[in-house]
């Protein structure tokens, strides 16, 4: 699956789209950024409600093809703006992290679409 393809099936809102083409094979789902640098696997989806620049900076080290905001939060600029200039796309979702990512998990093992 790609980036641009998780973005359909799941109804994200893009604020930014770098490269749809990007694969996604894993992704991972945590709201504590020493968590996430301890445990995703690189190239994972970040999941999170943290929109902040130590959040972009965790999406850069772990190599991440996209970051989804969940529960509509709102998107400060720097956060978006640091994203977009390492490559890493950016999406919002309605949803919450619980539901998400068990979308996320179904379309990844093969279920799903919603």
Same mark, same amino acid.
């Given at each position: 699956?790609?980036?641009?393809?998780?973005?359909?099936?799941?109804?994200?809102?893009?604020?930014?789209?770098?490269?749809?083409?990007?694969?996604?094979?894993?992704?991972?789902?945590?709201?504590?950024?020493?968590?996430?640098?301890?445990?995703?696997?690189?190239?994972? #989806? =970040?999941?999170?409600?943290?929109?902040?620049?130590?959040?972009?900076?965790?999406?850069?080290?772990?190599?991440?093809?996209?970051?989804?905001?969940?529960?509509?939060?709102? #998107?400060?600029?720097?956060?978006?703006?640091? =994203?977009?200039?390492?490559?890493?796309?950016?999406?919002?979702?309605?949803?919450?992290?619980?539901?998400?990512?068990?979308?996320?998990?179904?379309?990844?093992?093969?279920?799903?679409?919603?």
């Amino acid at each position: 699956m790609t980036v641009r393809e998780m973005a359909r099936a799941l109804g994200l809102t893009a604020v930014h789209l770098a490269d749809g083409g990007r694969p996604v094979a894993c992704a991972y789902t945590s709201d504590l950024l020493s968590d996430v640098m301890g445990n995703a696997g690189d190239g994972a #989806v =970040l999941i999170t409600i943290q929109a902040h620049k130590n959040t972009a900076a965790v999406a850069v080290l772990k190599e991440s093809p996209a970051v989804i905001i969940c529960n509509n939060r709102s #998107v400060p600029e720097d956060f978006a703006a640091a =994203l977009k200039a390492e490559g890493i796309s950016l999406f919002v979702s309605a949803e919450n992290q619980f539901t998400l990512s068990g979308k996320l998990y179904a379309l990844l093992h093969g279920s799903g679409p919603w």
